[in-house]
């Protein structure tokens, strides 16, 4: 299989999400959907935000798919995967495959979108329409309620490139660029397809779609180079910046106490980049001279804690030598950065978060006065964006203050209480015994026999784990109609191979490598060793078909050869009630 995943145009997008929720329900698998209390919205950038959570940049903001996902699940702030001037297939060659472990704290050795940049813009700018649209058809909250925040990197030269400069202002504005003509244009000719929006609200989709941005720099960038990068940012761009800090700052002593204290002594890293890394004296008064500078050009300016942490790979967790740790064991760092940071600048700091954030700390986050708060690895985890749901409900709940006050001794306390609680200490546990034989290409095991807890399943009877944990939603739940478990399709297009879903999967293998895959054309199934097929005519319901190294062209509703009963009932039922499955 190819590791390229495939842009899925607007109208299939769109046929998807409305044949899905009326026949389901849910949109891209995510089963409950999120409504906002209008009474809970707050405000930053000069726009409304009603609730101040949603993914961070990485493997849930780079497809359109993601941002639906997340915000039909509760996400209202969106930190748009990073985009560099490394792009397409020569940055893909630079990311090993799988890229993605999160069976505990999590690992990766990822870094900025793997589409082409006009492609990412694109896949943005399609979402963006989308969740216009769906907060009013399908009464989730005010289609003006979320906020896209874009992330880009790493060096001032990249930023000012053509490349990087064209996405900045398209994101400012997209109101000339091809893609919003393009699904506007859609939106009104299939107006009738709704039942709530009008040629009005169709209309109303406001083309200014950022105004902020997080800029990310690598390990190791200079100070100046930093600051002359946020100096362009709010004095050329002329845009709301935060800038994104590593936990080195705290000095090797520091983590290296943490990580061992709190059972990770196994991580291997080494000094080296927290004296290549900015150092926390030079830091303050960098931020102190950026403030002052935003202040004059009446826009804000602040951190965005943390980015992930660089540690060696020494038990062959991902391919490669180098990957980055999230989730539980960097909340601990992460939190303890805000801590310093914010007794420096007597909480006057302004703060975003995203290091560790999950649905058990996110009240407390909050609470200081943190926010907007943005998660990955939580969402990677069984249950998947359905923990986006939890951690909104939590968040909406809370009292939330105005953007950039943050509680010095809250979040004092905060990060001494992290560095001891067991929530962030490793897991002792083993996981449950894998199966030894790979994934079945029918009938997965049921949910009775799945050792992992599963508090969110209400799959029928199956398990369903890599249906819930893929950021793509590349893993699709069928019901076919004379099979008693869900059956699961993998969708070649979506996938760009990260590997999340083999974690926790309970047999051994890989879904992604072993489910029956559907792929969007001959050319594509040529690309793959995976069992599957592709639709050569729906109406006819001619296929090719692969079983191990037999190929053939069969219809669907005939079985025969190398295409067995059961096959032939999943692969009918895809043509005839999933076809927005079909490029």
Sequence with gaps: MSDIMKSIPFGQLMEWILEEHKKTGQIFGVQKAYVADPSKTVEIFGRKLENPVGPAAGPHTQLAQNLVAAYYAGARFFELKTV?????????????????VAEDEAYNCEWSTELYVPQAMEEYIKGWMILHVIAKEFGLGSPD??????????????IQDKKIDDFIEGMKDAGDTAIFKECKEWLLKHVDLFEHVTREDIEAIPSEICNSITLSTMHGCPPQEIENIVTYLLKEKHIHTYVKCNPTLLGYEFVRKAMDDLGYDYMAFTDFHFKDDLQYEDAVPMLKRLMDVAAQEGLSFGVKLTNTFPVDIKRQELPGEEMYMSGKALFPLSISVAARLAESFDGKLPMSF?????????????????????????LLKPGGYKWMTRIAEKTAACQIGKSGEVHVERVTKLAADALENANYQKNSKKAGKRKEEKSPLLDCLSKEDVSERKEFTVHKRVCGNCADVCPNRANVLIEVPEMELLQIIHVDYMCNECGNCRSFCQYAGAPYKDKFTLFANEEDMKDSINNGFTVL????????????????VVRADQPSGILNKGLAQLICTVIDQYAYLLM
């Design 84 to 100: 560099q001037k490394m792009d397409g297939p020569e940055l893909s060659a630079c990311i090993p495959k799988p890229c993605i």
């Design 145 to 158: 309620g979320f906020q896209f925040n874009m992330s880009c990197g790493y060096n001032l030269e990249g």
């Design 354 to 378: 995203s290091g560790g954030a999950d649905q058990k700390n996110i009240d407390q986050i909050v609470d200081c006065g943190i926010w907007p708060v943005t998660v990955a690895t939580v």
């Design 537 to 552: 005519d729906a109406k006819n319901k001619e296929i090719k078909i692969r079983i191990g190294e037999k190929e053939e």
